[in-house]
């Protein structure tokens, strides 16, 4: 059974740092790349940010450039989100997202809420 799950989301002030882990399981993670996106109350599901299959390649959406890092450790079928200076509009859903070419598959999100 194919899974992703997300954790690590919570309530913090601005400012502040939270760091996200998404695991895999049930399909060959070190062969997919790895996405995160967000999606906020009444928008769209946005990119944050992706790593390709070995972990060297990074790439990120220009609001969150400098503040946050991706990273996997595919020993752990692990992937990270580490979100630093944290804004109100970060506050969103987090989701994982894994992708071959063909294949794709999402997490079930984790709630990120920026807020003094």
């Known amino acids: 059974q194919v899974q992703l799950v997300e954790s690590g989301g919570g309530l913090v002030q601005p400012g502040g740092s939270l760091r996200l882990s998404c695991v895999a399981s049930g399909f060959a993670f070190s062969r997919y790349e790895i996405r995160w996106y967000r999606q906020a109350p009444g928008k769209e599901r946005d990119f944050v940010a992706r790593v390709d299959t070995t972990g060297d390649r990074r790439h990120y959406a220009a609001s969150v450039k400098g503040r946050f890092t991706i990273s996997r450790d595919n020993a752990k079928n692990t992937v990270y989100l580490q979100m630093n200076s944290l804004k109100p509009e970060d506050t969103a859903v987090y989701y994982c997202?894994?992708?071959?070419?063909?294949?794709?598959?999402w997490g079930q999100g984790t709630q990120v809420t920026v807020s003094s």
């Open positions: 997202n894994a992708w071959e070419g063909v294949s794709m598959y």
